[in-house]
């Protein structure tokens, strides 16, 4: 007999699609003031009257992709109570260049506290060298060793005695 699958299950409930969207939103804000490196073709926001266009824009798409979701018997609250509300970030000055960093910076760690199985992975880099160092290289912006790791390519120096493999 096959089981049917549930959309709202852990990963597939639209809660966790709108605080991916808010959370991807707040790292386009954050690579398009400076915090995060650009890609090349990508230009950084030099003027105030640049960074309110992108601002909006920017939340505009993530008011879109959530919009276009479907929440059983209505929005819960994490949806838009978690960090700053869009209309909060269409008010933030944006002549101080320094806020509005430190916002788009508060906020991300702010949603990605709140998604499922984050703290599940937190445990596991605090456990793992590997692990850590792939943490480490996603939040520098580098995914060399992050790639290296995940090749077993990159080299631990732990010694074989330190790793408990359990009982035979």
Known sequence: KWKKRNRFKEHWSPTYAAL???LLAMIKLQRYLGVL??????KRWSSSLDRTLGVHKVIAEWERVVSTLRFQ?????????TGLTP?????????????????A???????????????????????SSYSAAREDKLRAGTM?????CLLNEFTDDTDLQYYDFGDP
Not at 94 to 99: C, K, M
């Open 20 to 22: 991916q969207a808010q």
């Open 105 to 127: 910076i508060s906020n991300f760690k702010l949603v990605r506290s709140c998604l499922h199985a984050r703290k599940r992975k937190e445990y596991s880099s605090r456990i």
């Open 73 to 81: 018997g209505g929005i819960p609250p994490e949806v838009w109570g």
């Open 37 to 42: 490196p650009l890609p090349p073709h990508w």
């Open 144 to 148: 060399h060793i992050g790639f290296q």
């Open 87 to 103: 209309s909060e970030w269409r008010s933030q000055d944006t002549t101080n260049l320094n806020a509005l960093q430190l916002a």
